[in-house]
């Protein structure tokens, strides 16, 4: 029998692969895999009223010690934080409010009651300040680190809900906040774990070390080990009118994540490399470590800003809101997806993002 290896299809194209057959037995499930979040309707149980025109959303994460986080230089509060957090995200995505979580983790040998007292810190910090209940989960012994796996509801009224297949020709391409930042923050991080290594192979880093490295770079550093999901946005929407026509959060990077919205909504995008928001913190350190910090823009991960779509009669209620950036313009299908550089030359996007069954170091 021929063997296919995972790699070969990329995390998405396997859950593609995987899921493509499924068909719905429940009448309350209405959008299943493909979009951050999936949506139910229990209205025929909530009895009349305004709940009928209330959904459900549900999203789910897993972290994996090793893939996802390194615990030599990941604080365990930082950690649980982040956690809750980037699934918060995933329902602001969809335009609506997480309400409650669960928590299963996976414990091996080496972590005692106290540091998991930290990592639970961190998510509680994280509940408190999104207004989200903690509900529920699941532990188990593990035989490789820590392992944490999160399960977000959250709701929406049904028209509020924005999927990613609602883009159209001639519509706005817009991101919030900046973008390669928190992979900046990442490469810093790697750069002093690999010179604490270097300099002594018997000496154990510790989190404390190195701290001069990390002087007047405290924002990359936050926008890995601490974001936030951008609830901020959605609010700004709302109050200026705006309904995003397609949204996803930029997790896999802003090439990746345009690459989803294109491919369901069945249309093509350019976007300007001078549009592209970007720290300067993050330039100059792109700069002393020789990374295109446009090439760090497009497919960095783990920024977890908003990427939107939105009618171009918008424009101007857009204009005035702040950290939202207009970056291009969605085109037809045929046009492929492309970015303009400063010069005017046309390039084709490419999504060299994280892919979780290859090797991303």
Not at 10 to 27: A, C, M, S, W
Not at 214 to 238: N, V, W
């Amino acid at each position: 029998m021929a063997r296919t290896e995972i790699s070969t299809l990329g995390e998405f194209g396997l859950i593609r692969h995987l899921t493509e057959n499924i068909k719905f037995h429940q009448p309350s499930s209405c959008k299943g895999v493909g979009d951050d979040a999936a949506v139910m309707n229990f209205s025929a149980s909530c009895g009349a009223g305004k709940e009928k025109d209330v959904r459900v959303l549900m999203t789910t994460d897993l972290l994996l010690e090793g893939v996802h986080f390194n615990l030599e230089y990941v604080p365990l509060k930082h950690l649980g934080y982040k956690a809750a957090v980037v699934n918060f995200s995933d329902i602001y995505a969809m335009n609506g409010m997480p309400t409650q979580i669960t928590v299963s983790l996976g414990i091996s040998q080496r972590f005692s009651v106290e540091d998991l007292e930290e990592l639970y810190a961190g998510i509680r910090l994280a509940c408190e300040h999104y207004h989200v209940d903690l509900v529920g989960g699941d532990t188990s012994a593990s035989m490789t680190g820590l392992t944490i796996s999160i399960t977000c509801v959250g709701v929406a009224h049904k028209d509020d809900i924005v999927y990613r297949n609602g883009a159209k020709e001639n519509d706005l391409i817009c991101v919030s906040g900046n973008l390669g930042t928190a992979y900046m923050g990442l490469q810093l991080l790697e750069r002093e774990r690999y010179a604490l290594h270097s300099k002594d192979a018997n000496h154990t880093p510790t989190q404390g070390d190195n701290i001069q490295a990390f002087e007047g770079r405290e924002y990359l550093l936050e926008r890995q080990l601490k974001p936030e999901a951008r609830k901020d946005i959605i609010a700004e929407l709302k109050k200026a009118g705006i309904k995003p026509t397609a949204m996803m959060d930029v997790s896999d990077g802003l090439s990746s994540e345009l690459m989803h919205i294109c491919s369901q909504s069945k249309v093509g995008c350019s976007i300007y490399e001078d549009k592209l928001p970007i720290d300067y913190q993050a330039a100059a350190l792109a700069e002393e470590m020789n990374l295109n910090i446009v090439t760090c823009c497009l497919n960095g991960g783990e920024d977890y800003e908003l990427l939107f779509t939105c009618d171009i009669k918008d424009y101007e209620k857009l204009i005035p809101l702040e950290d939202i950036y207009i970056i291009g313009h969605i085109t037809k299908q045929e046009y492929g997806l492309n970015l303009i550089g400063r010069n005017g030359e046309e390039l084709e996007l490419h999504a060299q993002g994280w892919n979780a069954f290859k090797n991303n170091k």
